[in-house]
């Protein structure tokens, strides 16, 4: 059997890059960048900035293919999730104008104690909690598009500000704050980013920051991974999802609060 040629083996190594983002991103409702990003920048040596838009890319790929199983199985707000991309722009840009006027170090530290404290919760409702599945209580009037619209703001400026994907603040705020069950919040959260990542996108598009073939070779693996994890999340329990969420924030936590 002949050696695969370096360029096979980049090929193999995009594809298996996306398929793990695309089960993580699927099964969790979070999206993915947060695996995407560092990959490309330690495996393949992406500028910052490059990996950024190009992982923006590969998020709206697997995003799609993901809110596509979720909706299916009714897991898929869609209203709401308009309402908290809105927000979420709007949060974004705020955060982009203020980045350099606080200090990101006493922020982050606030945010790790918002993880720890959100992960505590959900591994306490995995492991101990025996009740039935959250129930959907927000509906979309006046008060729900406030919420909507809060929430949206509230998470665009996290991201922003930390430079965290907005998964990991919309799943958590939608299941503890607004009594979402797990796999509804994530199918919502996934459907929010796309107006998101897809804005964000164009805009790296602009500077030069979309790598196209590694996003077609990375974004290929993803929506295969999305559709095996998204799969996934409607199989496993609810309870052991809060408890692989928990645990997901609990690491995410540490790594932000070692972050120099």
């Known amino acids: 059997m002949k050696p695969l040629a370096k360029s096979d083996r980049t090929r193999l190594l995009l594809l298996g890059m996306g398929l793990a983002a695309g089960l993580l991103g699927g099964l969790l409702g979070i999206g993915g960048g947060v695996f995407i990003v560092p990959a490309l920048v330690l495996f393949l040596g992406f500028e910052q900035h490059r990996a950024h838009g190009t992982s923006l890319a590969i998020v709206m790929a697997l995003s799609v293919a993901a809110v596509i199983s979720y909706f299916a199985h009714g897991n898929v707000d869609l209203v709401f999730s308009v309402g908290i991309a809105a927000g979420g722009m709007v949060g974004a840009v705020v955060g982009g104008g203020v980045v350099q006027r606080i200090n990101s170090t ?21 492991c101990v909690v025996k009740h039935a599945a959250a129930s ?125």
């Open 106 to 126: 006493a922020l982050r530290r606030i945010f790790c104690l918002f993880l720890v404290v959100t992960a505590a919760k959900m591994v306490y409702d995995g």
């Open 136 to 260: 959907h209580v927000v509906h979309f009037c006046a008060h729900g598009a406030l919420m909507a619209a809060g929430t949206g703001a509230f998470t665009g400026f996290l991201s922003a500000i930390l430079g965290v994907g907005g998964g990991i603040v919309m799943v958590p705020t939608l299941t503890v704050l607004l009594g979402f069950g797990q796999t509804l919040a994530q199918g919502t959260s996934l459907a929010a980013m796309l107006p998101i990542a897809f804005t964000g996108m164009l805009k790296h598009n602009r500077l030069g920051n979309v790598d196209r073939r590694v996003a077609c070779w990375v974004g290929a693996g993803a929506v295969a991974g999305a559709l095996v994890g998204s799969h996934l999340a409607h199989i496993v329990p609810p309870c052991h999802l809060k408890l692989t969420f928990g645990i997901f924030l609990t690491i995410m936590a540490l790594l932000m609060a070692a972050k120099k």
